[in-house]
Each structure stands twice: as structure tokens, then as C-alpha cells.
């Protein structure tokens, strides 16, 4: 019989069957929905985790290498040489490398006083400093014409100066270079908060304009900063660890000092761990449901070949092969099972749609046609692994035994 | 000859027990023949036919159609040849009973590589042939015994088959439903020349066909003309 006729007749078989095909199918139906779900999910999060870190103005992945000086007074080699970038351009994935300078806008020092050395936080600060207590903020203006003037915390005041208002005026040495006091900011407790930490609001024992403070540690930073471009589809954590390899056993400057890198996407990568853990977990389940409906159509297809014993003989009767027999069986267990894939592919979809209209949700569930094919792929794999046996079993039957 | 059946013996496996259902059977069933082949319960009437139609091929002795030996064929070419050959008609119908009608019949020319657009028009004569036209989208269970007899026969009949085997097609049916199912057997054997072996309980169904055989304990008691036909 011609393959389109035994499909045919494997579909109207299960048509004729509807309530028991539909309970068989269930845990395809959830199997192949879960599935979809999370692989909609975790897509939509991946593609929004690359726009989020890609949002630069160039659009490009963008990674940093920074060279950190075993001793900072020895500071009179560059901390990358031409030879070096050149090795670095080398590296796969990478589109381009900047060269700047590192300037962390938050630093830890220590200061004198009253004969003790005291670990104070400095913020270097292109704008405004926070509100003052006594004495005048810091402005931008500071910052563009060069004050050399600072904003201290009245805790320092008052151990340095003994008093807020005493404070102002004097000159306060940072890195060196002597400030004058400008300004008192309420005291600042010792533990940093995270919530201002993530706004980028320290609350900092003493504040200095940046160009200021840049104009004399020049020397020690310059060009210790590399920023690497990527290109698309170049894993950041992967070229920053051959980028560090590369470094630390050819670089110019590898016995003064240590290179470290910085990856903006390790957060995401993080956060990327856990849905990949939770899509671990779903995947596993599925696959369980899977296993199970599995088993279920392989019980349904027996029952249905017992159930047929004499549509079987009578169709070897008229003529049918045994493969057409076996074909006829597989067939039925395979469209029974792709259907369900149809269905929970269906209503995957929905459910991702659902989760990502969710408020809490940062972004849209992506739906994508490898998910449609492993839909289909896994379905149908189903019906026909678990179909097999029953299909052979009809197939085997001896029609003497049957046709009596 | 189109059947020739030398020595044929057949044994039935009852566990340590042999059982002797074919003793010795000596049969030869030219083309165009209307054989009917009578016996009591159990005499091995079934066993013969299903070895005449190719659906047992564990026996003794030497079964030729057509002049060759499919005893040892594959079990594709034994289905091959089935549904190139052999119509049968079974004693309980045997129709498909979630199939409507229509594909009941369409069966041997599925099977046989037709597509069923091709098949329709085909199975709707065969089913004119039998007295059943209009009734090719019912299911069996809606038709009477007779009638799905007839769609039997249909389905024997419609792809043209070397011969039609019919196992007792009347032994579930009334005097005047069986008159009526043989003689349409008659006039495929009279009008179109078909070859047809036809078991039967019924002395009177056997006097339809042209030679008679009986059968007692497995073997040929009796192989005669059929002088006093039955009254049309
Ligand atoms: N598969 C089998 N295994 C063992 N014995 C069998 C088998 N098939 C038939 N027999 C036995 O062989 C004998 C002949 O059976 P068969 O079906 O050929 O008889 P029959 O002439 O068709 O009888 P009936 O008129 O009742 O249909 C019977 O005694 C039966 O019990
Ligand atoms: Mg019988």
C-alpha cells in the first residue's frame, strides 16, 4: 500500500479513538509544553541579556584588561607595549583594542592621625559632592578649572581639626598633594551601604575633584587599560581568559606586575546560571514526562494491536506485507505522538506569552524555529521509539492464528 | 490447472500430540471451475482452503498454482501473491468494523498499489455487482447479515482475482438470503468465468456449483459431477 494511504488509515484509526488518544497524548502534551515554555523563556532572557551588555554606543561587546604594578613607584615602563597590543589583536573574537587609562572614581588611603594611621574612603568627583554640613559643596566648576579643594566627613574634622567649623580652611595632604577644606558632610558610618553603593552614591570620607587628583597620579596610570571590542558572537569570559594567558606568559610587564580582567558580562553570566539550572531542571522533567507518555502510548499501541488482531489478519488476507502491517502501527503511534507535540508546542507558546506579559518579567519570551523543530524532533522520536515494539508485535502475528 | 494439490498431508502440533488433519489429498481445480467441498465439523474443510489460499503453508506433499511451489516463498511474495490471487470470503464476514463500507472493499487494491482516489470508482462497481450500490459510507454494523455478506463477496471480488475461496458464506444466514448470496456466486462463476471454491455444511448451497468433493477425517471421500443443479 502506498505510504500516504497508510497514513491515512493510521490517522482515521486514531480519530476513531479520540478520548484514548487524547489521554495518551497528555503527557506529551506537558512534556513538549514545558519544554517550549522554558526554551521560549530562556531565549528571550539571552537575547535580552546581549542587547543590555551590547548597548554601547558602538554596539559592540566591549571587555577591559587592566595591568596592576606589583610596586607603583616604579612606574617609569609603559604597562603595555606595542608588541603587546599586537599579541592581544591576535587573539580570536576580538575586533578592536583601546588603549586608555584606569581611574577608579572611589579609593582606600590611609591618613595620620593624632599619631595613628586612620583607612579613609576618597571619592574623586567630576560634579556636585553630597550635601554639606558646614562650608560649601564641590562643583563642577571645581573639577573644570582645578581647585585643589576637598569635602571631609565631620567624624575626620573632628579627630583631625576638633571641630566641623574648625576644619574649614585647613589644608588636608591626600596622595601628597595638599587640599584645602572647603566643606563638612555629616559623618559617614564605616559600613557602605549596598543601596547607595548601587547608585553610585558612597557616602565617602573625603571628596576631591577628579582632574585634580588625575592631573598628579598621571604618571602612575597611564595606558594601563585595555578595552577590547569583540566580535559578534565572541564570548566575553572566553577571550578574556586567553587575552590573560597570552599576557601573563608573554607580556612586557608580567614579572612588575599582575594583568586582571574585567567582564561585563559575568553578571548576566550569572544570572544566565541559574535559568540555565532551572532549564536543567525543567529539561529533566520533561524528560520524564516524556519517558512516561512514552510508555503510555507503548501501552495503548499493544492494547490497540490486540484489540485489531482480526483487522490485522484480515489485512494480511488482502495482501498487506508484513512492513506494511508494521509501517500501518508505527505510523499510528508517531502521529499520535506528533500531535501532542503540535498541541504542547501550542500551548507552550501560550504559557511563555503569559510568563513574559508577567509585570515582573525585564523581557519578552523569543520564540525561535529550532524550538518548533525540537518540538516536532522529540515528538515524533517518541512515537517512534516507544511504537516500535508494538508495530513489530502486529507485525509478527501468524495470520493462521488469527484468520480462524 | 490452475490448482494441484499431490499428497498432501497436514499435521496440527497439540503440544506432545500430532494431530492428522490432511490425510493424503489428491485435488486439482481447473481454471473457470465452481468446486464446493462439503463435510462434518472438523473434517478439515478450513485447513484445506486455508492452504489453497496461501494463509498455511505448513504441510506435507506438494501444493502447485499455477504450476509453481510457493512453499518455500518469502512472506512478501506470499502476500504478493494473495492479493493478486486469491479472493476470500470468510465465514463471520469479517469485515473491518470501525471501516466504513468503502474501505473495507478498497482493501485488495490498496494493497495492491492503487491510491484510493483510483479505488472509488472501482469499489462502487463491485458493490453494484453484489446489489449494495449507495450504501458505501455505511459501516458493517449497520448493514444485516446478508448484506455485509455481500460486501464480503464485493471485496473478493474487485480486484479480479484468480480465484474466491468461500468459507461457509452462507452459514449465518436465512434460506432465502443464502438462495440470494449463491446465486450471485453462480453468476461470477457462469457470467465472468470465475474460478470459485466454496465450503459449505448446506446440501443445498452445494447444488449451486458444477463438482462437488467431500471430505471425512481429513480425507477426499467423494469427487463428482453436480447433475441436479439447484433450481434457479
Ligand atoms: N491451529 C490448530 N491447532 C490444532 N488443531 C487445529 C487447529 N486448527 C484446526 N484444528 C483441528 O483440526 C480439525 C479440522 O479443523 P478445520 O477447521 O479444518 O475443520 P472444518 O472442517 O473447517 O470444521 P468446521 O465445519 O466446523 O468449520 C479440527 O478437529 C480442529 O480441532
Ligand atoms: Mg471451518
Known amino acids: 500500500m502506498r505510504f500516504s494511504e497508510i497514513w491515512t488509515t493510521a490517522l482515521r484509526s486514531i480519530l476513531k479513538n479520540k478520548r484514548r488518544s487524547i489521554l495518551t497524548m497528555l503527557g506529551i502534551i506537558i512534556g513538549i509544553a514545558a519544554v517550549v515554555t522554558i ?7 539571552s537575547n535580552w541579556v546581549t542587547k543590555s551588555i551590547t548597548s554601547n554606543k558602538s554596539g559592540k561587546v566591549e571587555t577591559q584588561i587592566v595591568y596592576m604594578p606589583n610596586d607603583t613607584a616604579n612606574t617609569s615602563a609603559q604597562p603595555f607595549n606595542e608588541r603587546d597590543l599586537t599579541l592581544v589583536r591576535q587573539v580570536k573574537g576580538i575586533a578592536r583594542v583601546k588603549q586608555s587609562s584606569s581611574d577608579s572614581d572611589y579609593a582606600q588611603l590611609t591618613l595620620p592621625v593624632k599619631n595613628k594611621t586612620k583607612s579613609v574612603l576618597v571619592h574623586y568627583t567630576k560634579g556636585k559632592s553630597s550635601k554639606v554640613i558646614a562650608g560649601r559643596r564641590l562643583t563642577a566648576m571645581d573639577n573644570e578649572i582645578g581647585n585643589q579643594v576637598a569635602v571631609i566627613d565631620a567624624s575626620l574634622a573632628k579627630s583631625l581639626f576638633g571641630g566641623t567649623t574648625n576644619a574649614l580652611h585647613h589644608g588636608i595632604t591626600i596622595d601628597d598633594q595638599l587640599y584645602e ?22 557616602p565617602t570620607n573625603i571628596t576631591i575633584p577628579r582632574k585634580v587628583h588625575q592631573y598628579y597620579t598621571r604618571s602612575e596610570r597611564t595606558g594601563d587599560l585595555l578595552t577590547l571590542s569583540l566580535t559578534k558572537g565572541a564570548k566575553a569570559s572566553h577571550v578574556n581568559k586567553q587575552v590573560l594567558h597570552i599576557l601573563k606568559t608573554q607580556g612586557s610587564m608580567r614579572s612588575q606586575g599582575e594583568y586582571q580582567s574585567n567582564d561585563p558580562t559575568a553578571q548576566a553570566d550569572t544570572f544566565g546560571k541559574v535559568l540555565n539550572a532551572i532549564t536543567y531542571f525543567v529539561s529533566a522533567v520533561a524528560g520524564i514526562s516524556l519517558f512516561i507518555a512514552g510508555i503510555g502510548v507503548m501501552n495503548m499501541m499493544y492494547i490497540s494491536v490486540a484489540e485489531r488482531t482480526t483487522e490485522i489478519g484480515i489485512r494480511r488476507a488482502m495482501g498487506a506485507r508484513q512492513q506494511d502491517i508494521r509501517l500501518q502501527f508505527l505510523l499510528e503511534s508517531a502521529t499520535l505522538t506528533i500531535l501532542g507535540g503540535f498541541i504542547g508546542y501550542g500551548l507552550g507558546v501560550l504559557l511563555a506569552l503569559g510568563v513574559s506579559a508577567l509585570p515582573v518579567m525585564p523581557f519578552k519570551a523569543s520564540f525561535s524555529f529550532g524550538g518548533f523543530a525540537l518540538a516536532f524532533g522529540v515528538s515524533t522520536a517518541v512515537g517512534l521509539v516507544f511504537g516500535v515494539m508494538p508495530a513489530n508485535a502486529a507485525s509478527r502475528k501468524d495470520l493462521i492464528e488469527i484468520i480462524r | 490447472m490452475l490448482i494441484e494439490l499431490k499428497s498432501v498431508n497436514k499435521y496440527y502440533q497439540n503440544g506432545a500430540q500430532n494431530f492428522h488433519v490432511l490425510r493424503d489429498i489428491n485435488l486439482a481445480i481447473d481454471r473457470g471451475e465452481f468446486l464446493s467441498i462439503m463435510g462434518p465439523s472438523g473434517a478439515g474443510k478450513t485447513s484445506l482452503i486455508n492452504l489453497i489460499g496461501f494463509i498455511d503453508r505448513q504441510y506435507k506433499g506438494e501444493y502447485l498454482f499455477n504450476g509453481d511451489s510457493y512453499q518455500k516463498a518469502s512472506d512478501n511474495t506470499l502476500a504478493r501473491i494473495r492479493n493478486r490471487s486469491v479472493g476470500f470470503v470468510f465465514q463471520n464476514f469479517k469485515l473491518i468494523g470501525n471501516n466504513t463500507i468503502l474501505e473495507n472493499v478498497e482493501l485488495p487494491l490498496l494493497y495492491g498499489g492503487m491510491t484510493k482516489r483510483a479505488a472509488k470508482p472501482v469499489v ?15 459501516i458493517p454494523s449497520e448493514l444485516s447479515g446478508g448484506q455485509q455478506q455481500r460486501v464480503a463477496i464485493a471485496r473478493a471480488l474487485v480486484h479480479q482475482p484468480k480465484f474466491i475461496i468461500a468459507d461457509e458464506p452462507t452459514g449465518a444466514l436465512d ?27 448446506d446440501p443445498q448451497v452445494s447444488l449451486y456449483g458444477d463438482r462437488l468433493i467431500k471430505i471425512l477425517d481429513g480425507a477426499i471421500t467423494a469427487d463428482e459431477e453436480v447433475t441436479q443443479h439447484a433450481l434457479l
Open chain 2, 124 to 138: 462502487e462497481q463491485a458493490l453494484i455487482r453484489v446489489g449494495l450500490s449507495n450504501s458505501s459510507q455505511k
Open chain 2, 175 to 201: 434460506t432465502k438470503t443464502s438462495a440470494e448470496i449463491m446465486q450471485i456466486f453462480r453468476d461470477l462463476n457462469r457470467n465472468e468465468g470465475a474460478t470459485i471454491v466454496l465450503v459449505t455444511h
Open chain 1, 181 to 202: 577644606i572647603v566643606g563638612v558632610r555629616s559623618s559617614v558610618a564605616s559600613s557602605v551601604n549596598f543601596t547607595d553603593a548601587m547608585s553610585g552614591q558612597i
Open chain 1, 39 to 45: 526554551l521560549a523563556i530562556g531565549d528571550g532572557f
